[in-house]
């Protein structure tokens, strides 16, 4: 598994757990054509491209550079690195059918084919454990009071607000942005100003 600074933007879950077994960084789901409506979720990608960076890694079909297009029209060009995958004809296994292009996405493309696209799109890899990725944990989200109380669910909108987050993301997915967002201290700082 190798760690990569920037986030990496993908078309769908079965996309994200194809990488999460590959890569250790933030990964975002675009959920397909949902992405030209979603302003949080946009929003959220802009965050983490002004932070961190993001490499757009969509499908080589139509509608992945659809979506690829769109998010290089939103995000400024300095911020994006753009890994592509080759035209593979070919089915996913999960699927009964090929896609309507007949060619495998994201989920179905090998290990050694993915890792080079991110590398040949330039993707600062890095084995750095000195920064605060990872620093923010499920305890901590139930210390701070945004998990397992009975006021979490209000106060974690408030946070989601505060810091211009989808209201739907999961705890997992929060984590991971929260660690790409914020060092352990900001985030108590914060949930402490929305106690008030």
């Known amino acids: 598994m190798i760690t990569i600074k920037e986030a990496v933007i993908v078309e769908g879950k079965y996309d994200k757990i194809r990488l ?17 409506k979603d302003k949080e979720k946009v929003n959220l990608i802009k965050q983490l491209a002004d932070k961190q960076g993001i490499i757009i890694l969509t499908d080589s079909d ?3 550079f ?19 995958i080759p035209q593979i004809n070919g089915k996913e296994k999960r699927k009964s059918k090929p896609s309507k292009e007949g ?3 994201v989920e179905g493309i090998s290990e050694e084919i993915l890792l ?13 454990t000195t920064n605060n990725k990872g ?13 397992g109380r009975d006021n979490s669910k209000i106060l974690r909108i408030a ?19 929260l660690n790409s967002l914020l060092t352990l201290e900001q985030l108590s700082d914060t949930v402490e100003g929305l106690k008030i």
């Open 116 to 128: 080079t696209a991110l590398r040949n799109a330039g993707a600062v890899c890095t084995d750095d």
């Open 103 to 105: 060619t495998l996405g």
């Open 135 to 147: 620093s923010i944990t499920k305890n901590d989200l139930y210390r701070l009071g945004l998990t």
């Open 20 to 36: 999460h077994s590959l890569i250790s960084t933030t990964i975002i789901e675009t959920n397909g054509f949902r992405i030209f």
């Open 159 to 177: 946070l989601l607000k505060k810091l211009n987050l989808p209201q739907y993301i999961t705890t997992n997915a929060l984590i991971s942005v």
């Open 66 to 84: 659809l979506i690829r297009n769109h998010l290089k029209g939103i995000i400024p060009k300095d911020k994006i690195k753009n890994a592509y």
């Open 62 to 64: 139509s509608a992945g």
